[in-house]
Structure formats: structure tokens, C-alpha cells
């Protein structure tokens, strides 16, 4: 495991070393002023409007920032900024293009929360919308209620006018054919002649390495008044049982916002995000004094923790799977963290331009 920080408390000895009463208050009082130090050095740095997201949202962050700039609310520029992916055919795990579930039919999920005024909105298994996070966003303007499922998602996302489409692609058909013909010796599919030579299907393979990539966009803002928005779009986990729901909409895991603290959200494993309420566990933490990065570490530590059961563990008893959470401070720090080495998050400020920056990791990838 790589060092992650400890916040592990010093244990109290029994002797005349024992701390007094009031040893405890002033030791508190110089830890709060220590800390709020901290944190204000660690704002120097922090330009805003700033903008946080998964590493597919290079041109997202900058789109929100730029809406940010212009005087766009955070979530609504949030939401802008991830429907140039949402309409990217190129990326298989968002919107238009996206790999369809085990039926061959493609169901989006997204939410969005809004800080200032802490409400939130989201659809799940929306079929036929290419931008979920705006319906999201939808749900959460015209409604009094924050999640609307399948058929009703979709006649309400109708019913204001959205424009509605078949979202599955030529390529993405192509792709849940070879992950068919790939799943099973016993059933009654098999690879043809040619498949594997097929353009779109050595592409994805090239692309993305494994037949069920992970994949999601998860973009969170701050503006330059400290105000907060994020956003989490999804297709979900590739050839999914039909009606699964992963963390993307669901608020608190895929995505949480507090104006006094920051935002997180989250991509991998969405089932394993939702067990320790992923994204809400680093806005706490956050809340605790935790940077953007450590909060994110700790989100991943939880899920370490409540890892048992044996066909997610690898032989050395660690998740065998992906978890990638970001993160946004009020003050404008950001920090992202993988379970395992090697990944990457998005990130552009006030007058920057977007980057690629690593992400910290709890284990790394041999
Ligand atoms: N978190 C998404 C889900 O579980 C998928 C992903 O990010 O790969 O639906």
C-alpha cells in the first residue's frame, strides 16, 4: 500500500503524562489554528473559478470555467462542461455511443447537486436522452423531488421538450456483439469469421484493453465567489443486468456538494461507491480538516475496508477493482485518488489551460 496519511490519534498514556482538561483544550485550540493556517496557505494557490473532473472531461473543465468566467452558475456549467462528452460518440461510457446493458439497449444515469442552494436531481436507466445530466438538472429546477427512474425519467425528459434519439451506435452494437460472442463457452453465441478484424471492434479493443471498461464522467466546480456544482454521466457499467443502477445518480455516492466544504464525486466500481456512501464520506472528511487528495484516500480507504467478498479480492486480499474519486475544496484545491496507480485526473482554473494531473493512489499496479 503506498503511505497514505495517518490520522490515526496518538493513544493515551496511563501515567502523569496524561493530558489535563485543559491541556486538551489549548492542545485543540493550536490544532484549529494550525489547521485554519493550513488551509489558508493552501488557498494562496487556488485560483477560481476552478473546475475538477474525471480524465475524459479535458475539454469539459475547460467549457465550465469558461461558463463560470461568464457569470454561469457552478452547476449549470458543470453540466454544460460534461455534455461535450455526453454527445461524444468516441467515449463508450457516456451518453451518445455508450455501451448499451446486457439487452443491448442503452440506459443513462446522472445527477447533479447545486451548493448554494443544497438541492439535487437525477435520472437512472434513461433510455433515449442523450444529455442525462441536463434532465438531471431538469429534475432538480422544475420539480420537488430528485430522482426519476426509466420510462418516467424518460416521459419527463419528453415532456419539457427534450429532443430524444436512439443513442446506440453502429460501433456500440458492434462492441456488445464481440462481448456476446466472448462471454461463455455454453451458451449459444460464438465469435464469427472476422469479428475481431472488424474496425469498431479492434478499436475499443485497442482503445480501452478489456471487454468491460469502466468509464463516467464526474465534473465538480467552484466559482469565484466559493459557490459549488458538480455533476456525475454515466452509460454505467458495459452490459449491465438490465435495470442495475450503479453511484452515478445516486447523491451522496456518484456525486455530494456542500457549499461550506466542497464537492466530490466518483467513477469504477459503482456498487462498491454506494456501500460507503463514497462521495459524502470525502466531503466529511473534507469538512474534518482533510485536503481534497487525503479526503479522496480516505473515501478509498473506507472501501478497502468493507471489501470481503473473495471474488473482489485478488490474492493478496485487495480490491481486484477500480475507484477513482475527485474532489474540490470551497477555497479552490483540488486532489483525485485511484485505487490503483497509474491514473489520471482533469483540472483547469481561472485563465488556464486544462491539464492532466496524476492521480494519488492506494495501491500500486505491478
Ligand atoms: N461508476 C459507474 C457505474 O458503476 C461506472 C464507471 O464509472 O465505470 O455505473
Known amino acids: 500500500m503506498s503511505p497514505m496519511s495517518n490520522h490515526r490519534a496518538r493513544s493515551s498514556s496511563p501515567s502523569s503524562d496524561q493530558p489535563t482538561r485543559r491541556d486538551l483544550l489549548v492542545g485543540a485550540a493550536v490544532a484549529a489554528v494550525a489547521a485554519s493556517a493550513a488551509r489558508h496557505a493552501r488557498a494562496e494557490g487556488a485560483a ?21 468566467a461568464a457569470g454561469v452558475a457552478p452547476v449549470d456549467a458543470a453540466v454544460d462542461g460534461v455534455a461535450i462528452v455526453e454527445a461524444d ?9 455508450g455501451l448499451p446493458n446486457a439487452d443491448g439497449v442503452v440506459q443513462l444515469d446522472a445527477c447533479c447537486m447545486d451548493g448554494p442552494t443544497m438541492r439535487a436531481g437525477a435520472v437512472a436507466a434513461l433510455e433515449g436522452f442523450r444529455h442525462p445530466a441536463r434532465v ?4 432538480m429546477r422544475r420539480t ?15 415532456s419539457i421538450g427534450l429532443p430524444e434519439e436512439d443513442l446506440l451506435t453502429e460501433r456500440a452494437r458492434k462492441i456488445w456483439l464481440y462481448w456476446k460472442a466472448n462471454m461463455s463457452d455454453r451458451d449459444d453465441w460464438v465469435e ?8 469498431d471492434v479492434a478499436w475499443y479493443i485497442a482503445k480501452y484493453g478489456v471487454i468491460r471498461p469502466t468509464g463516467t464522467i464526474n465534473l465538480c466546480a467552484v466559482d469565484a465567489a466559493g459557490n459549488i456544482g458538480g455533476t456525475t454521466s454515466t452509460s454505467g457499467l458495459a452490459f449491465k443486468m438490465p435495470g442495475r443502477v450503479g453511484d452515478s445518480p445516486v447523491i ?3 456525486l455530494y456538494v456542500d457549499n461550506e466544504v466542497g464537492a466530490a464525486g466518483s467513477t469504477g466500481r459503482g456498487e462498491s461507491v454506494i456501500e460507503v456512501a463514497g462521495a ?14 487525503d479526503a479522496c484516500l480516505g473515501a478509498l480507504r473506507r472501501i478497502v475496508s468493507a471489501t470481503r467478498v473473495p471474488a473482489l479480492l485478488d490474492d493478496r486480499g485487495r480490491p481486484n477493482f477500480d475507484v477513482k474519486f475527485y474532489a474540490v475544496n470551497r477555497v479552490g484545491e483540488v486532489g483525485s ?5 497509474g491514473g489520471k485526473f482533469a483540472v483547469c482554473r481561472a485563465g488556464g489551460e486544462p491539464e492532466l494531473l496524476d492521480c494519488a493512489h492506494v495501491y500500486e499496479k505491478v
Open 192 to 199: 464469427f469469421p472476422g469479428q475481431v478484424d472488424d474496425p
Open 48 to 68: 477560481r473559478p476552478v473546475a475538477v473532473a474525471s480524465a475524459n472531461g479535458l475539454e469539459a473543465v475547460r467549457r465550465a470555467v469558461e461558463r463560470m
Open 144 to 158: 420537488t423531488r430528485v430522482l426519476l427512474v426509466g420510462e418516467g425519467a424518460a416521459r419527463f425528459a419528453r
Open 337 to 341: 485518488a485511484a485505487m490503483w496507480s
Open 280 to 293: 459524502h464520506t470525502a466531503v466529511e472528511l473534507m469538512r474534518g480538516g482533510a485536503s481534497p487528495t
Open 136 to 139: 438531471a438538472l431538469e429534475v
Open 252 to 254: 451522496g455516492a456518484g
Open 89 to 97: 460518440p468516441e467515449d463508450v461510457t457516456v451518453g451518445l455511443g
